[in-house]
């Protein structure tokens, strides 16, 4: 009887050793580098920031929610519509951070969830407002602008929760097949009239050459044809000389050649 008495009690013993060892346990939490930890107490939030490290809390009383403060990444593919009313699918990708000062009022106001319920539906409305301000084709021609507009306007709507987005980024634009036979067709004829001037201006560069040339060979009969009257003057003055100079007359000293020349 005794014996038996002295195993429950050791069994009591263990029991509440393991009790105290798991109390000790949940008494301790770890915040790592990169979160902030909120203490709350009954659902209610009871101080500020938990900085990183091991930090202690009454056990299941307290916990400590970490939130992320590192950038993160989101997703989202979205329909919207153009100023030409073209109907335009898109796929995002946007690079948003938490903002460690205002942690605290963003678990308060929205909690968790915060991409849910705050940050996609901005995201949502942000690209529907700056896309119906630019034509189907200015959005594709314009994506850096866009995107840079998007991200402004994305701030604007949540800076006050305190998230902040670092990044937006449209990965693609995605038309109606109309429209891309459109486009498609606009291009085969842009190119078109781009190889039609090229070939005119290529004509008139060769025509240009041509009367170059021309003028050139011109120039070069009219010297050839110079040349050829003077040394024909030469000859004949050579053959009808008759070792005499030629008379002098006038004032001016002019030889007369046309006497020799006859």
Same mark, same amino acid.
């Given at each position: ?22 109390? !000790? ?5 770890? /915040? ?18 938990? @900085? ?9 009383? %307290? ?14 593919? &979205? ?30 106001? /929205? ?5 849910? /319920? ?22 594709? &021609? ?79 009969? %009219?010297? @050839? ?6 040394? !024909? +003057?030469?000859?004949?003055? !050579? ?14 000293? !002019?030889?007369?050649?046309?006497? +020799?020349?006859?």
């Amino acid at each position: 009887m005794k014996g038996l008495f002295n195993n429950e009690k050791i069994r009591i013993y263990g029991v509440c050793v393991i009790a105290v060892i798991c109390l !000790i346990a949940l008494s301790f939490t770890t /915040v790592r580098s990169g979160e902030v930890g909120i203490r709350v107490r009954f659902g209610k939030v009871v101080s500020h920031e938990v @900085k990183a490290g091991i930090n202690m809390k009454i056990p299941l009383i %307290e916990k400590i929610e970490k939130m992320n403060v590192r950038v993160q990444k989101t997703e989202v593919k &979205t329909n919207s519509s153009s100023k030409d009313l073209q109907e335009v699918e898109m796929s995002l990708a946007v690079n948003y951070q938490i903002e460690r000062d205002k942690a605290t009022k963003l678990y308060k106001n /929205v909690g968790m969830s915060y991409d849910d /319920v705050v940050l996609e539906p901005a995201i949502q409305e942000s690209i529907k407002a700056v896309t119906s301000k630019y034509t189907a084709e200015e959005l594709i &021609t314009n994506r850096s602008e866009v995107s840079v507009k998007c991200q402004e306007e994305l701030n604007r709507k949540v800076n006050k929760y305190g998230i902040k987005v670092n990044d937006f980024n449209i990965t693609n634009f995605n038309f109606s097949k109309e429209f891309n036979k459109a486009i498609e067709e606009k291009q085969v004829a842009e190119q078109k009239v781009l190889t039609a001037k090229q070939e005119l201006e290529k004509e008139r560069i060769e025509a240009e050459k041509k009367i170059v040339k021309a003028e050139a060979e011109k120039q070069a009969n %009219e010297l @050839k044809q110079q040349s050829l009257t003077d040394n !024909i +003057i030469r000859e004949k003055f !050579i053959e009808k000389w008759n070792g005499e100079l030629p008379k002098v007359s006038g004032s001016n000293n !002019i030889m007369d050649v046309s006497s +020799i020349l006859g």
